[in-house]
């Protein structure tokens, strides 16, 4: 997918740039929906880009699946995997009207786990960006 945005940073060879929201973006919500204007991406600058020139940004669409899913998805798998495993420990051994309120508290844990290795793959994607996400054209 090719997106056409400016760059707004410069970090070696990699730049960050701002997509601007599109019409399809309104009913959508997904990227960032609290921010009017648009989304960030990392790409690889392989054609010289200085800050605030126009770009066209080829966005890998297998990166961009594999993000949503660890960004949405994991949490929610990490919360059921933590809140079952821990309730079905606790219940074992201490059979008590607290293991649930703890299992949720487990559950809630997982989610902070989950999102504590959705950063770490944040920065392992950044370092690795070179051949998913590159600028095609400065226009």
């Known amino acids: 997918m090719i997106e056409k945005g400016c760059v707004i940073r410069k970090k070696g060879e990699l730049v960050e740039v701002l997509i601007s929201s599109k019409a399809q973006c309104e009913s959508c919500g997904l990227c960032h929906p609290a921010s009017p204007t648009g989304r960030k991406v990392f790409a690889y600058d392989g054609l010289g880009a200085k800050i605030n ?3 066209e940004v080829f966005i890998s669409p297998a990166v961009q699946v594999k993000i949503s899913f660890i960004l949405y998805m994991l949490p929610v798998l ?3 995997l933590f809140y079952l495993l821990y309730s079905l420990y606790l219940y074992r051994f201490f ?3 607290a293991t649930e309120l703890i299992s949720a508290l487990c559950g809630f844990s997982g989610i902070y786990l989950a999102f504590l290795i959705t950063r770490i793959y944040q920065r392992s994607v950044i370092k690795n960006i070179r051949d ?3 600028l095609t054209k400065i226009l």
Do not use: H, L, M
């Open 53 to 55: 020139d126009t770009v």
């Open 78 to 80: 990490f919360f059921f």
């Open 95 to 97: 059979q008590n009207k």
């Open 132 to 134: 998913k996400n590159y």
